[in-house]
């Protein structure tokens, strides 16, 4: 079989970035060169390089002038399989967050921390301190294997979750680029060497039989081009979808026997949520089973597909350069086709699992060896002192005197463990001394929510996303609350931008960023993350949230089933459809309470002919508006004609 990604034709322009990553000596130009002037930036061609080192170039958007030069600063992000934080780095993040950072730290939505604010003088000095405290920020970014997740609970009493996280770093370290680059730029070549790798690990690296490996000694499975776009694992365990497995590139799902031995994994591929506003050629897409491999098999699959994205992945349009749109754009028995050919033999089927539900493992458990862990919710991950909140120096002090290792989740939220019995008292007055509530006193619209970084650091960023939501939960509590919905919760997700990093697509109420201080909507996702949502409203202006969200509110409590417990927001909107919602809302009279806007605003009666009134209503209904806005426009308009 010959690798084809070099025979993408000749005459159909590869995409700029395949240049610089060709022209980067394996990843070290023009990073290297640039690390050591003078200047406080890089270049627009080494910043598309420094990203496999695991860093962003930002700018403070709070502080842009026009026509001055931009207040530049550095992202930094880990690169942590299943969230593994051990002690000795979480130490040595927390310092350089207050030393060099801008003294936050938070948490991904890949289980990774990142530091925003690091100025390019510090950036050496701080990718070395991770690197020798355990740490790594290689791959973290840029277009190969990002931080392969895992759910974070560390049961020793429940050997599937144990395989999840053994598996998570295996994977993680087959596909870390082997270049050397990083060394030699952030720490003038010493290796530093924070595990060894499993023996299975290197074997596989090396193993060729179907060529997975390029003829290339430096980087096998990469080459010197990397993936055309970033690429995304996640591996889990039956019933758990705490890693939101219909998001990732590859899924794999761990299969044990009766006795609890890993057997094999069951295999997703071809999810993925970046998607660009008014694009249609972009969407968010769910992964599809693909099939089941053995144990044995599992890094020689894995790099079957990993080629399979390498060498037919769109080289010439990063925004069609994702794996979803090769399983898209072939269907899913041609993708298997291709992966069998560099696997070498067919994937045996799917195996029928339990059904998966969200997990987040905050709270209190018991690990299963006598020991306990402890799952702490922390507002869009965001690690910081703020008044009389307290939240990083009561972790630094607990990790500092118990050396705790942590597991970073999924949803931006961090779990301690090994933590002795008799410690749990402490732990606990330490945090509430210090400001930070217990799961339980936690409104679980905020427990369930996560919001992207957006304003002021992300550079992509329309709207506010971070810094909003805290607001706009109140706001969604208080019409809960005033529509009889005291006990209803569900699952938020707000992003700045249609790229989708807090996951806004999987949500039963997702914002996404459409244009300043407004947001599409999206509805019909599922509490457990196990389906699509859809566009429903495309620019909701975030002064009308209420008088948007209210009628769909009063239809859901009217109108959702109760099988045992009440049906799910969600699953209620994805139920009833679209076209259902829309009609109610469209004759929905509204209850009294009023929107920020509507507070001010004065009502008018008019009286509208039967056949008006009953066209105007279906043209609500197919237009998602409301009466008054259509009334208004067509009314306005007429007037400003005669
Ligand atoms: Fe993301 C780009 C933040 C998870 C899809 N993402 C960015 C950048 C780096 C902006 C940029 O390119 O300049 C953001 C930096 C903001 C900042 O100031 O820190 C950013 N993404 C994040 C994080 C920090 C959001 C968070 O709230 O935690 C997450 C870091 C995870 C990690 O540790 O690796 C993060 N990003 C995601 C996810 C969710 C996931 O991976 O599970 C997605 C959607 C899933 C997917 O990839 O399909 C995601 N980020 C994107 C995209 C769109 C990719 C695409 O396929 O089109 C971009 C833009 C791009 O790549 O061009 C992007
Ligand atoms: Fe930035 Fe958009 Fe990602 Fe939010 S979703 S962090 S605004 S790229």
């Known amino acids: 079989m010959v690798n084809t990604f070099s025979t993408v034709p000749t005459q159909v322009k590869r995409s700029k970035v395949e240049d610089l990553k060709e022209k980067s000596n394996y990843l070290r130009e023009p990073v290297l060169s640039e690390l050591g002037l003078d200047t406080n930036h890089f270049s627009e061609d080494a910043t598309q390089i420094l990203k496999f080192h695991g860093s962003y170039q930002q700018d403070n958007r709070d502080n842009r002038v026009k026509g001055q030069e931009k207040d530049y600063q550095f992202m930094l992000r880990t690169r942590s399989p299943g969230g593994f934080i051990p002690a000795e780095l979480y130490l040595t993040l927390d310092r350089l967050a207050d030393t060099f950072g801008n003294g936050t730290l938070r948490v991904t939505t890949r289980q990774g921390f990142q530091i925003h604010g690091i100025l390019k003088r510090n950036l050496k000095a701080a990718i070395a301190n991770i690197v020798r405290s355990m740490g790594s920020t290689l791959g973290a970014c840029g277009d190969l294997n990002r931080n392969v997740m895992a759910p974070p609970a560390p049961y020793r009493n429940r050997a599937e979750y144990q395989y999840a996280q053994d598996y998570a770093n295996r994977i993680a370290d087959l596909l870390t680029p082997q270049s050397g680059a990083y060394y030699e730029i952030w720490l003038d070549g010493e290796k530093v060497i924070s595990g060894e790798e499993h023996p299975e690990v290197k074997a596989a690296r090396q193993r060729n039989d179907y060529q997975t490996n390029l003829p290339d000694p430096k980087e096998p499975i990469y080459g010197e081009q990397y993936m055309p776009r970033k690429f995304k694992i996640a591996v889990t365990v039956p019933g758990d979808n705490s890693v939101d497995i219909y998001t990732q590139d590859i899924s794999l799902i761990v299969i044990t026997n009766a006795v609890g031995e890993l057997e094999g994994f069951n295999v997703l591929a071809g999810g993925g949520l970046g998607r660009t506003h008014n694009k249609e050629e972009t969407f968010a897409r769910a992964a599809d089973p693909i099939g089941y491999v053995a144990k044995d098999d599992v890094y020689d699959l894995v790099k079957a597909i990993v080629a399979t994205q390498r060498d037919y992945g769109d080289r010439t349009q990063r925004r069609h350069a994702r794996m979803k749109y090769l399983l898209n754009d072939w269907g899913v028995e041609k993708f298997r086709q291709r992966v069998e050919k560099y696997f070498g033999k067919p994937l045996a089927p799917f195996k029928s699992l339990p059904e998966f539900k969200y997990k987040d493992f905050l709270g209190w458990h018991e690990q299963g060896d006598g020991k306990l862990f402890y799952g702490i919710s922390i507002e869009n991950g965001r690690v910081k002192d703020e008044g009389s909140f307290q939240l990083k120096t009561a972790l630094k002090t607990l990790v500092q005197k118990f050396s705790l290792p942590m597991l970073l989740t999924p949803h931006q939220n961090l779990i301690l463990y090994d933590i002795s019995p008799e410690l749990r008292g402490e732990i606990e007055s330490v945090l509430s001394r210090s400001g930070v509530q217990p799961v339980e006193a936690i409104d679980p619209l905020v427990r369930y929510a996560m919001a992207c970084p957006a304003m002021p650091t992300c550079g992509l960023a329309i709207t506010e996303s971070e810094r ?54 999206w509805l019909g996702g599922s509490p457990s993350q196990t389906r699509l949502a859809e566009a429903y409203m495309d620019k909701m202006p975030i002064a009308d949230l209420e008088r948007h969200l209210e009628p769909l509110f009063a239809y859901y409590k009217t109108a959702r089933t109760q099988n045992g417990k009440p049906e799910s927001f969600g699953d209620f909107c994805h139920r009833v459809g679209f076209a259902a919602l829309r009609e109610y809302v469209a004759t929905y009279v509204p209850t009294g309470g009023k929107s920020n806007s509507e507070k001010h605003r004065v009502r008018y009666r008019v009286n509208l002919r039967p056949n008006v009134f009953e066209n105007l209503k279906q043209a609500a209904q197919n237009e998602g508006r409301t009466l008054a806005e259509i009334a208004s426009d067509a009314i306005e308009a007429y007037l400003q004609k005669s």
Do not use: H, K, W
């Open 468 to 521: 909003a939501i805290p607001a706009i939960l109140d706001r969604i509590r208080a019409l809960l609350d005033r529509m009889g919905l005291e006990q209803d919760c569900f699952v938020v997700r707000m992003t700045g931008c249609p790229n989708g990093c807090a996951r806004p697509y999987m949500a039963e109420l997702g914002f996404v960023g459409m244009t300043p201080e407004s947001y599409q909507i």
